[in-house]
């Protein structure tokens, strides 16, 4: 796990903001209206950075049509969402695909903190 700059550490899943798959679409038309850009693509998940300890048991068992959802990355390729998938294609050496938001990590956590319909995944 690499952590962003200026992080003192992993970030936990309680600490980041959530967006539920349905609301995505409507995300990505927010940020565009705060000028910042998206970019999408496949990339080596070896040239992306994650934040956040892995369940392996979890990633392991991700069914192939879950792997193929793209991951959100930010401008200096940390995941934002996606660890999980991230970290499988890692062991089966396959390239991810990714949506990008144009935006340093935590500069693009904090617009997506401003959107609406984001929210904090609660403990179980």
């Known amino acids: 796990i690499i952590t962003p700059a200026g992080d003192d550490g992993a970030i936990s899943r309680l600490s980041m903001p959530q967006v539920d798959a ?6 990505f038309v927010f940020l565009g209206t705060l000028g910042i850009g998206l970019a999408a693509g496949l990339k080596h998940p070896r040239e992306v950075k994650a934040h ?23 401008s200096d390729d940390y995941v934002i969402d996606g660890d999980h998938r991230w ?5 089966d050496g396959t390239d991810l695909p990714f949506i990008r938001i ?8 904090k617009h997506i903190f401003a959107f609406p319909k984001t929210y904090k995944e609660k403990e179980a």
């Open 22 to 27: 349905v609301d995505l679409p409507e995300l």
């Open 52 to 74: 956040q300890a892995i369940n392996v048991e979890r990633a392991m068992a991700i069914p192939p049509k879950v792997l193929a959802f793209p991951i959100l990355l930010s």
């Open 87 to 91: 970290y499988r294609h890692c062991v």
């Open 102 to 109: 144009e935006a340093p990590f935590l500069e693009a956590l």
